[in-house]
T-cell receptor
Framework: DSGVTQTPKHLITATGQRVTLRCSPRSGDLSVYWYQQSLDQGLQFLIQYYNGEERAKGNILERFSAQQFPDLHSELNLSSLELGDSALYFC?????????????FGPGTRLLVL | DQQVKQNSPSLSVQEGRISILNCDYTNSMFDYFLWYKKYPAEGPTFLISISSIKDKNEDGRFTVFLNKSAKHLSLHIVPSQPGDSAVYFCAASALGGSQGNLIFGKGTKLSVKP
């Protein structure tokens, strides 16, 4: 158990809909990262938050947005969903947010868009 | 364009033998490399890392080798055990940067047969 929790575990929705994925980092970790893993793809970095502020942006679509709240949990919002958004979405956390730190991953949310 | 490549999608090894997983990268700015292991239905877990000032890092049965001139790294597992069966991801980042996002390869599925 990494100490990072993600809810829900599974999500099935229809095209055009909007969903929210939730992540609670390990106690004491200030950074939260979001990754997408599609079929046959590696983990694609989406976005990083550090202590409530956006720190780095990766391959995140404009239809996607995220935020980190004062209690440090984070939400990833996916809107106008398309079939191609079906994927595993992982959240990770680390203490300070630098590459030399270990990132601890949650179990992921599996999203299926029908 | 993939900056981190794991060209072998799968590898099968006999228990007790050596497992060698390979990873190539194209970005010469990368100076910190990590290996993560992932079991089904779980998030990736950190295994071992190496910075570009070293060419080898060892942790128990796991050793990572870095060849900067060839932009190549490898993970050696000796001896391999059935519990090592998992997907292994190579990841890279630029330590000189201030951000913690990692670039992952697509993974290699290791099967260790008893």
């Amino acid at each position: 158990d990494s100490g990072v929790t993600q809810t829900p575990k599974h999500l099935i929705t229809a095209t055009g809909q909007r969903v929210t994925l939730r992540c609670s980092p390990r106690s004491g970790d200030l950074s939260v990262y979001w990754y997408q893993q599609s079929l046959d793809q590696g983990l694609q970095f989406l976005i990083q938050y550090y202590n409530g502020e956006e720190r780095a942006k990766g391959n995140i679509l404009e239809r996607f947005s995220a935020q980190q709240f004062p209690d440090l949990h984070s939400e990833l919002n996916l809107s106008s969903l398309e079939l191609g958004d079906s994927a595993l979405y992982f959240c990770a956390s680390s203490v300070g947010g630098f590459p030399a730190e270990t990132q601890y991953f949650g179990p992921g949310t599996r999203l299926l868009v029908l | 364009d993939q900056q981190v490549k794991q060209n072998s999608p799968s590898l099968s090894v006999q228990e007790g033998r050596i497992s060698i997983l390979n990873c190539d990268y194209t970005n010469s700015m990368f100076d910190y490399f990590l290996w993560y292991k992932k079991y089904p239905a779980e998030g990736p877990t950190f295994l071992i890392s190496i910075s570009s000032i070293k060419d080898k890092n060892e942790d128990g049965r796991f050793t990572v080798f870095l060849n900067k001139s060839a932009k190549h790294l490898s993970l050696h597992i000796v001896p391999s055990q059935p519990g090592d069966s998992a997907v292994y991801f190579c990841a890279a980042s630029a330590l000189g940067g201030s951000q913690g996002n990692l670039i992952f390869g697509k993974g290699t599925k290791l099967s260790v047969k008893p």
